[in-house]
T-cell receptor, first 109, second 118 residues
Framework: GQNIDQPTEMTATEGAIVQINCTYQTSGFNGLFWYQQHAGEAPTFLSYNVLDGLEEKGRFSSFLSRSKGYSYLLLKELQMKDSASYLC??????????FGKGTRLHILP | GAVVSQHPSRVICKSGTSVKIECRSLDFQATTMFWYRQFPKQSLMLMATSNEGSKATYEQGVEKDKFLINHASLTLSTLTVTSAHPEDSSFYIC??????????????FGEGSWLTVV
């Protein structure tokens, strides 16, 4: 079956760094997404990893290890506006995107 | 700007009525679109895969007669919630695959539609 796990909630301090982990077990793998979603809004795309390794995009970086079924999203220099839910999603062999339950990130001043 | 547009963004309907939500790909032809539902404080749950010119494929537990999906053209898929009930109140969001995107099969999300059934 499909299973994507990520922590339910995390708290970090403004200006700090936080790493949100995601592990997955899916039927086939065609890439892993990270989305940010503010309450009441549609998800916005952050990153897409297909190959192993780290991809950096400004303050956000995403890492993938396909052999371990593991990814993380790294957020640096946290800002208050980064308070949101972060969704890990895997694209399976049929192009379906299966979402994890999301991690609610709280940023403290 | 948005490459996938959903309409309406918010809709309120009476219990027992039907409501239609549209998902349009603006700059590309989408042979495949996906429909998701998200209840408050929960993640997005895939409801069905919409294929242009053929019947939609529904996920387990999703009633195909209640959630009618039509993908009549390469740029439009519609989700009709029939005989809506208050428990159908949710955030519905679509996504569309661009087969000709630079990244190859990039998937874009619509803005989502809030449905409230009263």
């Amino acid at each position: 079956g499909q299973n994507i796990d990520q922590p339910t909630e995390m708290t970090a301090t403004e200006g700090a760094i936080v790493q949100i982990n995601c592990t997955y077990q899916t039927s086939g793998f065609n890439g892993l997404f990270w989305y940010q979603q503010h309450a009441g809004e549609a998800p916005t795309f952050l990153s897409y990893n297909v190959l192993d390794g780290l991809e950096e995009k400004g303050r956000f970086s995403s890492f993938l290890s396909r052999s371990k079924g593991y990814s993380y999203l790294l957020l640096k220099e946290l800002q208050m506006k980064d308070s949101a839910s972060y969704l890990c999603a895997v694209r399976d062999e049929n192009d379906k995107i299966i979402f994890g339950k999301g991690t609610r990130l709280h940023i403290l001043p | 700007g948005a490459v996938v547009s959903q309409h309406p963004s918010r809709v309120i309907c009476k219990s027992g009525t039907s409501v239609k939500i549209e998902c349009r790909s603006l700059d590309f032809q989408a042979t495949t679109m996906f429909w998701y539902r998200q209840f408050p404080k929960q993640s997005l749950m895939l409801m069905a895969t919409s294929n242009e010119g053929s019947k939609a494929t529904y996920e387990q537990g999703v009633e195909k007669d209640k959630f009618l999906i039509n993908h009549a053209s390469l740029t439009l898929s519609t989700l009709t919630v029939t005989s809506a009930h208050p428990e159908d109140s949710s955030f519905y969001i679509c996504s569309a695959r661009d087969p000709n995107s630079i990244l190859g099969n990039t998937i874009y999300f619509g803005e989502g539609s809030w449905l409230t059934v009263v």
